[in-house]
Nanobody, 123 residues
Framework: QVQLVESGGGLVQPGGSLTLSCTAR????????MEWYRQAPGKPREFIAA???????NYGDSVKGRFLISRDIAKNTVDLQMNSLKPEDTAVYSC?????????????????WGKGTLVTVSS
């Protein structure tokens, strides 16, 4: 069984910083692209950032220049460093990853979601 587990959410003041982490756990062969999304109350899910195995990154327009994604291939983790936080960054942040799982017939890739971690930006 495979899980994506996020951590690092909490309450932060406007202008502050916070770092989220996501770890893929289970019978993992390898992890492909790892991504962060967020969803604020009453709003659709929004793409935040992605990082492929080769280090290629992509960011949503609302966070470019403020957020930084990084990952540790060996540890199957991805971090999201969030700077200059604004109240509109308040949301549940979820990890999404393409995970290849060991099967007797060979590795099989599926996308998984974490349960999310709440980030609240407020004074």
């Amino acid at each position: 069984q495979v899980q994506l587990v996020e951590s690092g959410g909490g309450l932060v003041q406007p202008g502050g910083s916070l770092t989220l982490s996501c770890t893929a756990r289970g019978n993992i062969f390898s992890v492909g692209i790892m991504e962060w999304y967020r969803q604020a109350p009453g709003k659709p899910r929004e793409f935040i950032a992605a990082m492929s195995r080769d280090g290629t990154t992509n960011y949503g327009d609302s966070v470019k220049g403020r957020f930084l994604i990084s990952r540790d291939i060996a540890k199957n983790t991805v971090d999201l460093q969030m700077n200059s936080l604004k109240p509109e960054d308040t949301a549940v942040y979820s990890c999404h990853a393409d995970i290849y799982v060991h099967y007797p017939e060979g590795p099989r890739g599926l996308f998984y979601w974490g349960k999310g971690t709440l980030v609240t930006v407020s004074s």
